[in-house]
């Protein structure tokens, strides 16, 4: 039976997560021409530009407000007004998104307030302006980037007349990586769906070497289109935990159905991911759609003898944490052990529900730390661990490959171009899951199947065991 527990000590170690401004800044960049401004000390906008620099290898800028001692006990109302207008003489943004920090939260800055107070004073600065709470003791950055996509859907797309649409289908891609979202995009592309994009960083965050270096990077969706996001035919969410709740605004607020999905990792989620277009438009799956499943499950059947039965442990973000089980699954092996930093009940019960349908057993964790998920290694060795680049040393420690996933891959390059979603990104799973099994030093065979076969078989000069090579 698979079991739920939540970290009840007050102090992370080896934490998984990062803090919540991180998540809004992201989804911000796939907006054309949009500045972030964050409200808070330096360090609130340094660490998260240096976690995404490292990740995207791109230049991130972030505005800062910059509140120090003085700001903290008297307000950092004037700080904010400040860099509003500063950010607008300057760059003549198309958006602005100012995230709140746990510094300004906790003195208690009327965000909204101050922004109001702005666009009274300055009725010729005729561009959206929102906050975002973002104090990372409310969450992480998947919280971040959820509460964006909210504050969008809330506030920007205008009113639609019944029966006015546009044609298009909203997807909200959540937390993936640029070439993620470039894989989606040839998805619909094949099918003929035409998308409204909430939001697109494939390119702002992985774009090309310009000169002269544009003010804003080329791509991203416009404000023009976000505000035409009222009139579309429906909603998708491909990730519950990231964009879930701004499909519900859409489907309250303008009435435009929404289709809450499982993240498109692996074989059955695709599926359902294609269905739904389909459902939606009328428009059937491309041949070229055809063949490219035909060529996973060709995949999954090749490789089968090398991943069956291997014990997998798996953490991150909720939604990638689940696909990641799913995919697995499909392949023969045994997801063993899951962990996210998120605290949602929710999410127990979405994983406990997955382990039931598949038949496993999972020890599931959340709001806790790659510390813990040490500690059931040890007890409990696993052949494989799949995750961010925070989890080399747990790696290494065990001698147990690290298929990277997620974010931040920083001891890597490239895993931002690298798409892990519809049957591309899970045939390009498979082979890594594969091929990292088969490098493992001195063996083909997994720490699950090791020991009993040093009790049942000879290691040397044993030959095939059905007979059938003759060895
Ligand atoms: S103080 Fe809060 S918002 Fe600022 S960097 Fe730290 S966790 Fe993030």
Same mark, same amino acid.
């Given at each position: 039976?698979?079991?739920?527990?939540?970290?009840?000590?007050?102090?992370?170690?080896?934490?998984?997560?990062?803090? &919540?401004?991180?998540?809004?800044?992201?989804?911000?960049?796939?907006?054309?021409?949009?500045?972030?401004?964050?409200?808070?000390?330096?360090?609130?906008?340094?660490?998260?530009?240096?976690?995404?620099?490292?990740?995207?290898?791109?230049?991130?800028?972030?505005?800062?407000?910059?509140?120090?001692?003085?700001?903290?006990?008297?307000?950092?109302?004037?700080?904010?007004?400040?860099?509003? +207008?500063?950010?607008?003489?300057?760059?003549?943004?198309?958006?602005?998104?100012?995230?709140?920090?746990?510094?300004? +939260?906790? #003195?208690?800055? %009327?965000?909204?307030?101050?922004?109001?107070?702005?666009?009274?004073?300055?009725?010729?600065?005729?561009?959206? #302006?929102?906050?975002?709470?973002?104090?990372?003791?409310?969450?992480?950055?998947?919280?971040?980037? =959820?509460?964006?996509?909210?504050?969008?859907?809330?506030?920007? @797309?205008?009113?639609?007349?019944?029966?006015?649409?546009?044609?298009?289908?909203?997807? #909200?891609?959540?937390?993936?990586?640029?070439? %993620?979202?470039?894989?989606?995009?040839?998805?619909? /592309?094949?099918?003929?769906?035409?998308?409204?994009?909430?939001?697109?960083?494939?390119?702002?965050?992985?774009?090309?070497?310009?000169?002269?270096?544009?003010?804003?990077?080329?791509?991203?969706?416009?404000?023009?289109?976000?505000?035409?996001?009222?009139?579309?035919?429906?909603?998708?969410?491909?990730?519950?935990?990231?964009?879930?709740?701004?499909?519900?605004?859409?489907?309250?607020?303008?009435?435009?159905?929404?289709?809450?999905?499982?993240?498109?990792?692996?074989?059955?989620?695709?599926?359902?991911?294609?269905?739904?277009?389909?459902?939606?438009?009328?428009?059937?799956?491309?041949?070229?759609?055809?063949?490219?499943?035909?060529?996973?499950? =060709?995949?999954?059947?090749?490789?089968?003898?090398?991943?069956?039965?291997?014990?997998?442990?798996?953490?991150?973000? @909720?939604?990638?944490?689940?696909?990641?089980?799913?995919?697995?699954?499909?392949?023969?092996?045994?997801?063993?052990?899951?962990?996210?930093?998120?605290?949602?009940?929710?999410?127990?019960?979405?994983?406990?529900?997955?382990?039931?349908?598949?038949?496993?057993?999972?020890?599931?964790?959340? /709001?806790?730390?790659?510390?813990?998920?040490?500690?059931?290694?040890?007890?409990?060795?696993?052949?494989?661990?799949?995750?961010?680049?925070?989890?080399?040393?747990?790696?290494?420690?065990?001698?147990?490959?690290?298929?990277?996933?997620?974010?931040?891959?920083?001891?890597?390059?490239?895993?931002? /171009?690298? &798409?892990?979603?519809?049957?591309?990104?899970?045939?390009?799973?498979?082979?890594?899951?594969?091929?990292?099994?088969?490098?493992? /030093?001195?063996?083909?065979?997994?720490?699950?199947?090791?020991?009993?076969? +040093?009790?049942?078989?000879?290691?040397?000069?044993?030959?095939?065991?059905?007979?059938?090579?003759?060895?």
């Amino acid at each position: 039976m698979s079991t739920v527990m939540k970290q009840d000590r007050l102090v992370a170690i080896n934490p998984t997560r990062s803090c &919540a401004p991180i998540g809004a800044m992201l989804s911000a960049f796939g907006v054309h021409g949009s500045i972030t401004i964050n409200h808070g000390s330096q360090g609130c906008a340094t660490y998260p530009r240096h976690q995404m620099a490292r990740h995207f290898r791109e230049p991130i800028e972030v505005a800062t407000t910059s509140l120090t001692e003085k700001t903290t006990v008297y307000g950092g109302k004037e700080n904010l007004l400040a860099a509003i +207008e500063n950010i607008w003489n300057r760059f003549h943004p198309t958006m602005i998104t100012v995230c709140s920090t746990c510094l300004s +939260e906790t #003195i208690g800055d %009327d965000i909204p307030g101050i922004i109001e107070e702005f666009q009274t004073n300055h009725p010729d600065i005729d561009i959206p #302006i929102i906050s975002v709470k973002t104090p990372s003791y409310i969450g992480t950055h998947i919280t971040g980037f =959820d509460l964006f996509l909210k504050e969008v859907a809330m506030r920007i @797309p205008l009113k639609s007349r019944k029966g006015d649409s546009n044609g298009k289908v909203n997807i #909200i891609p959540g937390w993936v990586n640029p070439g %993620d979202i470039r894989e989606l995009k040839w998805l619909l /592309r094949e099918m003929d769906v035409p998308v409204l994009w909430l939001t697109d960083y494939s390119d702002t965050l992985d774009g090309g070497y310009y000169d002269p270096r544009p003010h804003f990077p080329p791509g991203g969706t416009t404000v023009a289109e976000l505000q035409d996001s009222s009139r579309s035919l429906a909603t998708i969410a491909l990730q519950k935990y990231v964009g879930g709740e701004a499909a519900k605004v859409y489907k309250k607020r303008h009435n435009i159905p929404a289709y809450i999905l499982p993240m498109p990792i692996g074989l059955a989620n695709t599926d359902k991911f294609l269905e739904t277009l389909t459902e939606i438009t009328g428009k059937p799956i491309s041949p070229e759609l055809e063949r490219e499943r035909a060529r996973l499950l =060709d995949a999954i059947v090749d490789t089968h003898m090398f991943n069956t039965g291997l014990k997998v442990a798996i953490y991150g973000d @909720p939604d990638l944490v689940h696909g990641l089980v799913r995919l697995t699954t499909e392949m023969g092996m045994i997801p063993r052990f899951v962990l996210t930093a998120t605290e949602s009940k929710a999410w127990g019960d979405d994983m406990v529900a997955l382990a039931d349908e598949l038949g496993i057993e999972l020890d599931i964790m959340m /709001r806790t730390d790659l510390h813990e998920l040490h500690k059931r290694m040890k007890a409990e060795p696993v052949d494989l661990l799949m995750g961010h680049s925070k989890g080399k040393f747990l790696s290494d420690a065990e001698h147990v490959p690290l298929i990277r996933v997620g974010f931040p891959v920083e001891d890597r390059f490239g895993y931002h /171009r690298r &798409a892990i979603v519809g049957y591309k990104g899970a045939m390009y799973l498979v082979d890594e899951i594969t091929n990292a099994i088969m490098e493992r /030093r001195g063996s083909l065979v997994s720490n699950t199947l090791m020991a009993e076969m +040093e009790e049942d078989i000879p290691m040397n000069g044993g030959g095939c065991g059905s007979g059938g090579c003759g060895g």
